[in-house]
């Protein structure tokens, strides 16, 4: 059984709240479904129709709002939820300054934070977000190491100039130097530019033999194009949050060979029987498509699905300790999250712990290419 999903946002909110029996956990979600991050916040509030009705043994309301893919609106979403709504926890956002603004509210409300989105917070900021997203060190990682087995010597950065951006230069620069490979040219453009020519003329005379494009949802398409159409000849490599089949659409032939770095919900069909996150990542993919649309299926509406089979573990635990509502349930929440090892989720084994909010490791990621204008898993 699901929750009744309709496209209004207001009507789903006023449906779950005028039920028979009010729900007893309640939960804010703040989601970009306007703004240049909207083609990660659609498909992230799609993954909550798939949801139960009860989520470990609480019936569930949800409250959704857009913030407009803006930090200003995602805390002033983030201030109704602690101070109006008494959420239990909240869920969002899935670009990276709003869920950085969220973190700030969560901290002041001790409120738990799961976060679509790897957003890196200061050191000592953040204790009380948890992210559903891999981290990008764990991608990083993963690139470079195809890079090296692809005989990449060097590597042009062609990347968002905000907090995502910068945190994938940094990780990428990292893991590319421990496979021997130099970043050699770096350019930066905004998440609502809607040309990035000059930059990618700066990384063509560059001449490296790799670039990473830093780019999400559909906005990933545009800088690969423009690579193509400036004359690059090497290979292209996209992150996570391109891993979607916008960049196909759009990009078109120009995106045929990108190698991307995504999480397990793009193609889980291709994961070995043996891993633990294949059955649940088939299911839901499965799901998803046969109400969204076959080839719908994408793994930032796979972040909103896995929250729930997150909490299917911890609320039980934080029931021990508190009811929803209570300052002692949201505290034991945080607790059950941080002590309870090895869950798993469509996108991989989550294990936190008081030091690691991030939780995701190797076993989260894949690496895909376009061929034939669908994806196709390449060896790990």
């Known amino acids: 059984m699901t929750i009744p999903f309709r496209a209004s946002v207001l009507a789903f909110t006023s449906i779950l709240a005028a039920g028979q029996a009010r729900a007893d956990l309640t939960i804010g979600v703040s989601m970009p479904l306007t703004g240049p991050a909207s083609g990660l916040g659609i498909p992230s509030k799609n993954g909550f129709a798939l949801w139960p009705a009860t989520v470990g043994g609480e019936k569930v309301k949800l409250v959704i709002l857009d913030d407009a893919s803006d930090p200003t609106q ?32 969560a901290a002041e409300g001790q409120t738990v ?12 900021k953040g204790g009380w977000t948890f992210r559903l ?27 968002y100039s905000d907090g995502y951006g910068e945190s994938w230069l940094r990780e990428i620069t990292a893991a590319a130097k421990s496979m021997g490979i130099q970043v050699t040219a770096v350019e930066r453009y905004g998440r609502a530019d809607t040309s990035v020519t000059a930059q990618a003329l700066k990384v063509v005379a560059a001449r490296p033999d790799a670039v990473l494009v830093v780019g999400s949802g559909s906005g990933a398409a545009m800088p690969h194009k423009t690579l193509i159409e400036r004359g690059f000849q090497g290979k292209i490599y996209q992150t996570h949050s391109a891993a979607s089949n916008d960049l196909i659409r759009l990009g078109g032939k120009d995106v045929e060979g990108a190698v991307v770095v995504a999480g397990l919900a793009v193609t889980p069909e291709a994961l070995p029987d043996s891993h633990p996150s294949k059955k649940l990542a088939v299911d839901f993919v499965e799901r998803y498509e046969k109400q969204f649309g076959a080839g719908t299926r994408n793994q930032f509406a796979a972040h909103s699905y896995d929250a729930q089979l997150l909490l299917q573990y911890v609320v039980p635990e934080a029931l ?47 690496l895909l290419t376009i061929d034939k204008g669908a994806w196709k898993a390449l060896a790990p």
């Open 74 to 105: 995602a805390g002033k979403n983030a201030r109704r939820f602690v101070a109006e709504d008494k959420v239990d926890l909240i869920i969002g956002s899935s670009a990276t300054a709003p869920s950085m603004a969220i973190s700030e509210v």
């Open 113 to 124: 934070q799961l976060s679509t989105s790897p957003v890196e917070l200061p050191e000592g």
């Open 133 to 159: 997203a891999q981290s990008n060190a764990v991608m990083a990682s993963g690139l470079a190491r195809q890079m090296k087995a692809a005989n990449i010597k060097t590597l042009g950065f062609l990347g």
């Open 320 to 366: 021990k300790k508190g009811k929803p509502g209570t300052p002692e349930f949201r505290a034991a929440l945080k607790q059950a999250l941080e002590s309870t090892p090895n869950i798993p989720i469509t996108q991989g084994v989550i294990h936190y712990t008081p030091a690691d909010h991030f939780g995701l490791g190797s076993n989260s990621r894949m």
